[in-house]
T-cell receptor
């Protein structure tokens, strides 16, 4: 079974600075997708960024980018120019070949200090 | 508003009772997924329906059941409730059976408290 591990329960960053959230996963599949979701206090799960495993190029969405290391099974999220609105719980998630479920990590609570 | 509607937003009930959680997917989406978010288990996949049929099952207890109706809304039924069933229950929808190419849209969840 696939597992997703986020080793940082909490992280903090100063406003306008850069922070990196870590995620590792375990799978025997070669074809899969990886996601970062954000859950603010409103509880809404919001997709931040998505990476397809067969793509070498790291995904980027505005201030959010990933460092995808397939061989190391690592998928970290970098948030540049952090804003107060970035404060939230961040979940790393995996979806495999079946395409019918997400496996989530434990989450990292990000605090942004003004 | 994500387009996925979950009702009720909050529910408080006693142990041993039965409740029904409702989800209306985003317009045009055929797949509905249910997830449970609890403090001790994290976010876990429960079950998926696609166009009215059950397509995948996760860590769903036998006391729980779900269905998707012809109008594509889905209901998650939780019975013989225990304190440990207290959690946030999410519904997500997607346009396709294999949703990873298209992404998921999550509702804002139903907070269930069992007392």
């Amino acid at each position: 079974a696939q597992t997703v591990t986020q080793s940082q329960p909490e992280m903090s960053v100063q406003e306008a600075e850069t922070v990196t959230l870590s995620c590792t996963y375990d799978t025997s599949e070669s074809d899969y997708y990886l996601f970062w979701y954000k859950q603010p206090p409103s509880r809404q799960m919001i997709l931040v960024i998505r990476q397809e495993a067969y793509k070498q190029q790291n995904a980027t969405e505005n201030r959010f980018s990933v460092n995808f290391q397939k061989a190391a099974k690592s998928f970290s999220l970098k948030i540049s120019d952090s804003q107060l609105g970035d404060a939230a719980m961040y979940f790393c998630a995996y979806e495999g070949t079946s395409g019918s479920r997400l496996t989530f990590g434990e989450g990292t609570q990000l605090t942004v200090n003004p | 508003d994500s387009g996925v509607t979950q009702t009720p937003k909050h529910l408080i009930t006693a142990t041993g009772q039965r409740v029904t959680l409702r989800c209306s997917p985003r317009s045009g989406d055929l797949s509905v997924y249910w997830y449970q978010q609890s403090l001790d288990q994290g976010l876990q996949f429960l079950i998926q329906y696609y166009n009215g049929e059950e397509r995948a099952k996760g860590n769903i207890l036998e006391r729980f059941s779900a269905q998707q109706f012809p109008d594509l809304h889905s209901e998650l039924n939780l019975s013989s409730l225990e304190l440990g069933d207290s959690a946030l229950y999410f519904c997500a929808s997607s346009v396709a059976l294999r949703s990873r190419n298209y992404g998921y849209t999550f509702g804002s969840g139903t907070r269930l408290t069992v007392v």
